[in-house]
């Protein structure tokens, strides 16, 4: 009698509801790439002797990256897949991280080594989010809530932004080398996320075949008013509030560098906690998400003038997570609108130029440090509160006129 064969069942693949979770973890460390370079900023002022100018030069120089990932990552998705970029992307943000840990002892690859970390979350930003948003809704996630797809990828930037900066401080602040223990837990996290997102199908479809159709045209015009006067200031004021007033904070001795990783963990956070209130005015009040989060963000800005005058740091804390609440609420109503405006084989290309927009507000640190020499900075947050009024006035007006 023959013996009988018994074979190993096949791999059970996860299931597809779960792809979108699974592959939004790359988002993650996306943004724990971006933040955990700034919560060293005074570690490598103190320990490597760089100058002011230097390191927010440097927060600038991943902007430098991040723009021609995103303008090249977006339309290279919508042509060959979101898996394969995003996927390619996430293995460059994870060699970049690499490249920072080697700066530590050769200053000159903090360059190249920023330029990289901007160019991966460049490309990750564009195919990832597109790739999330759409393993996030139907067909591959039949039973997903309405709205869950558009902004799940922002959540999970948002969440990496906040645990980055924290983390990478703590263990700067107590472990020797900081400068490349700092950077570990992005290693461990970027590596998991890959495994995580690789199971994942491609989402990307054929081109529409037919005629044009009104549902496959981009809308550019609302995208040009509703969407691009607001999204430099997604980053602009949180990049104040993690950047610029960190260092201007006195009275705190050797916890400057726990401080700052606190800071960037703060405007994240309230980004995250007003969600709720975020997703409800941008689904049912457009007008008024419009305008609301460019409000906050002035009040930010007032805030920070004080605090910048001052150097308190409870009140810099303060500043800081009222910028993150306008950051929450921006990036909520813009996401939403990408997603209403892009049909699916422009949605990857359309995400691109929000976020290329978006992170051009990076800036604004640099612009302060380099105007601060002829005005007192408190002046500046005063100017900064007063284009974020005209803006909050400006755009519910652009936004109502791009519906007509």
């Known amino acids: 009698m023959s013996t009988p064969v018994h074979h190993a069942p096949p791999p059970v693949a996860p299931p597809a509801a779960r792809h979108g979770l699974r592959a939004a973890w790359m988002m993650t460390a996306s943004g724990w790439s971006a933040n955990q370079f700034s919560a060293l900023l005074d570690t490598y002022r103190s320990g490597l002797g760089l100058t002011e100018s230097t390191v927010t030069g440097l927060v600038a120089v991943y902007v430098l990256g991040l723009v021609p990932g995103l303008l090249a990552g977006g339309p290279l998705a919508d042509r060959v897949g979101r898996r394969p970029v995003a996927l390619a992307a996430l293995a460059i943000n994870l060699a970049s991280t690499a490249v920072l840990m080697l700066g530590s002892s050769a200053a000159w690859l903090l360059l190249p080594g920023r330029l990289l970390t901007g160019i991966g979350a460049g490309a990750l930003l564009a195919a990832g989010s597109a790739w999330v948003k759409e393993l996030s809704a139907p067909p591959f996630a039949e039973e997903a809530r309405p709205g869950t797809a558009a902004r799940r990828a922002g959540l999970f930037v948002s969440a990496g932004f906040a645990s980055g900066g924290l983390v990478a401080s703590l263990i700067a602040q107590w ?176 995400t691109s130029l929000f976020w290329t927009a978006a992170y051009l507000g990076m800036f604004a640190p640099y612009a302060v440090t380099l105007l601060s020499g002829a005005f007192a900075v408190s002046t500046l947050m005063i100017a900064g509160a007063a284009l974020a009024v005209l803006t909050c006035v400006a755009v519910p007006a652009l936004a109502r006129s791009a519906s007509r």
Do not use: K, M
């Open 175 to 350: 472990t020797p080398s900081p400068l490349v223990t700092g950077y570990l837990p992005h290693l461990l996290l970027a590596g998991a996320a890959l495994v995580l997102a690789r199971p994942a199908p491609e989402t990307r479809s054929a081109r529409p075949t037919g005629p044009a159709r009104p549902a496959h045209v981009t809308d550019w015009r609302r995208f040009r008013r509703a969407v691009l006067p607001l999204a430099p200031w997604v980053f602009a004021a949180p990049s104040i509030g993690f950047v610029t007033l960190p260092g201007l904070v006195r009275g705190i001795g050797d916890l400057r560098t726990v401080y700052a990783g606190v800071a960037t963990a703060v405007v994240p956070a309230a980004g995250l906690l007003i969600q709720p209130l975020a997703r409800h005015l941008a689904t049912r009040y457009r007008l008024t998400a419009a305008a609301s989060g460019p409000a906050v963000v002035a009040l930010g800005f007032l805030l920070a003038a004080p605090a910048a005058a001052d150097g308190g740091p409870v009140l810099s804390l303060v500043a800081a997570a009222v910028f993150g609440a306008g950051y929450g609420l921006l990036l909520a109503f813009c996401l939403t609108e990408v997603a209403a405006v892009a049909p699916p084989h422009h949605l990857a290309r359309v």
